[in-house]
């Protein structure tokens, strides 16, 4: 049985197994925590949940001075909590949100949408994300 049989691939002249780089690519699309410097989310705990298919995902999502997040989309809601600092927030279709420290947030299942630090201090999240499981937590949008 040859290399194509069994998946695997010839990279820099040596023979990867196909299985290995798609564990790779899925580890760093999942586990990434930001979507620019701008941006950091630690994930702090990753669940099932009662529906199939779904699974909740929380996180620490800090959004530096004038950084914003970039626009992009998630496979599920996103519910969040502002602790600290200042920010504004761009679903599409919608007006620009400006929220303050103790106020929340609710980013509907696949809406393009854009956070953005409009303080001075960084912007602190508490996120839930309430995602189909096995999808990357957040994906670019145009």
């Not at 410097?37 to 199939?52: F, H, L």
């Not at 995902?57 to 959004?63: F, S, T, Y």
Request: charged share 20%; glycine share 10%; hydrophobic share 40%.
């Amino acid at each position: 049985m040859g290399p194509k049989e069994i998946g695997i691939l010839k990279i820099n002249g040596k023979w990867t197994p196909v299985a290995i780089l798609f564990a790779a690519a899925t580890f760093l699309t999942q586990n990434s925590t930001a979507q620019n410097p701008g941006i950091q989310r630690t994930i702090v705990e990753r669940k099932d949940v009662s529906a199939p298919g779904k699974e909740a995902v929380i996180a620490r999502v800090e959004i530096a001075p004038g950084a914003s997040a970039g626009r992009h989309t998630h496979f599920g809601e996103e519910i969040s909590y502002v602790m600290e600092g200042e920010m504004e927030v761009l679903i599409e279709g919608q007006p620009p949100r400006r929220l303050k420290a103790g106020e929340g947030f609710v980013i509907p299942n696949g809406a393009k949408h854009d956070a953005r630090n409009v303080g001075t201090v960084p912007v602190k999240l508490a996120a839930v994300y309430y995602v189909e499981k096995g999808k990357p937590l957040a994906t670019p949008a145009p």
